[in-house]
């Protein structure tokens, strides 16, 4: 798996990085974020409406302009709460006093570098040692403080509107839970108490940033969690659960109004196939534990997990999926992930996807509602009922 990066060197970064250094004023550098995202969205803004780009080359892009937005903003905050509170550090074997250090995990869509225009960012945040009693703050305060910051710096609004929305909510216990929590009792969540959807969000997993050091303890961490416990027996039957409840609580559908991200035969549907395949197949397979959802269907298709058939209808299915909520996003300013049947910019979403008319447009989303749904049902086994 994909876990480490090394685009703490890319360009983006540098460039953003080598822009603050000639700015003194913390709130000129906060405005400096949002400058930066939306001069460096505006060429692949432009090339998406312009009706022809390259799908997989704009989502990473996106990506990785909001790795280096999030690695700047992290860079201020630890200055910031260094500056007024002080060093986060804990005492080695021999009594030294060693700098504790942060990692800001991406989860969902960044984890994945399938980044859409609009996305919110969602990260966990761990660091890798607690402070003994004595000390004047603790660890967890102080790493509370630069976590606070960070997510302040990016949604904030400001003259420059606002950077990324961040979500944190994938964290143990979500929203009831510590904003970061230690490495050790970070670990012993996914060892004891978390659920099956838990690890398998864990498959789109990717660290962002860490301190030097804390990096090499992420190597195959991930992995390592997913894979510590056998699954259920049921397992295929649970995530299927999963997946209704979030088809009936959040997608809600009608007859004129199709989700093309929860919805029946939608995105979800085949993200959940495909990470069913590696929950089911990583640990024989591992290179088909990749976090983007094209890249491991590639990897799947080189294993012969899936038929030929099913390989292309994904492929091409999601593809027409994420250049709708493009355009979407970019041209309507439409961000739920329903397509309206009814709705007048039907025909002209239908010339941007290259179909001559509406009526074929909305035959072929048909097409692959359905289809999806019959193979997402059938590599899960699951019985279809409707």
Not at 24 to 36: A, G, N, Q
Request: hydrophobic share 40%; aromatic share 12%.
């Amino acid at each position: 798996m994909m876990f480490l990066n090394d685009d703490i060197t890319n360009n983006y970064l540098q460039e953003i990085l080598e822009r603050l250094k000639n700015i003194s004023e913390l709130e000129v550098k906060i405005d400096e974020l949002r400058r930066f995202k939306k001069e460096k969205l505006s060429p692949y803004t432009k090339e998406v409406l312009s009706g022809s780009f390259d799908l997989v080359s704009v989502m990473k892009n996106l990506s990785l302009i909001a790795d280096a937005v999030l690695i700047a903003a992290i860079k201020l905050a630890q200055a910031e709460v260094q500056r007024t509170m002080g060093i986060a550090s804990y005492r080695d074997k021999d009594g030294n006093f060693i700098p504790a250090e942060l990692a800001v995990i991406g989860m969902g869509k960044l984890g994945a570098y399938e980044l859409h225009f609009s996305s919110d960012l969602d990260i966990i945040f761990v660091y890798n040692r607690n402070s003994q009693p004595d000390a004047g703050k603790t660890n967890q305060e102080i790493f509370a403080k630069i976590a606070q910051r960070i997510i302040s710096y990016l949604t904030l609004y400001t003259q420059q509107g606002y950077a990324y929305k961040v979500d944190t909510e994938l964290r143990p216990s979500g929203n009831a839970g510590a904003l970061v929590t230690a490495l050790d009792p970070w670990t012993q969540h996914y060892k004891e108490h978390a659920a099956l959807w838990e690890k398998q969000a864990l498959l789109k997993s990717r660290l962002i940033y860490a301190g030097e050091t804390f990096k090499h303890e992420f190597e195959a961490l991930f992995k390592r969690l997913i894979f510590l416990e056998p699954f259920p027996r049921d397992m295929n039957e649970q995530i299927h659960h999963l997946r209704q409840r979030i088809e009936t609580e959040l997608a809600k559908e009608t007859q004129n109004k199709w989700n093309f991200k929860k919805g029946m035969g939608a995105l979800m549907d085949i993200e959940f196939a495909i990470q069913f395949l590696q929950l089911k197949m990583g640990k024989i397979f591992p290179n088909i534990l990749t976090q983007n959802t094209l890249e491991a269907i590639e990897k799947i298709k080189a294993r012969n997990l899936l038929p030929q058939k099913t390989i292309q209808l994904f492929t091409s299915a999601y593809a027409f999926y994420r250049k709708i909520e493009f355009y979407l996003e970019l041209k309507w300013h439409l961000h739920e992930g329903y397509i309206d049947l009814k709705a007048e910019y039907i025909e002209e979403l239908a010339q941007l996807c290259s179909f001559p008319n509406k009526k074929e447009f909305i035959q072929k989303f048909s097409d692959f509602r359905l289809n999806i749904r019959n193979e997402y049902l059938r590599i899960l086994k699951i019985k279809n009922t409707q």
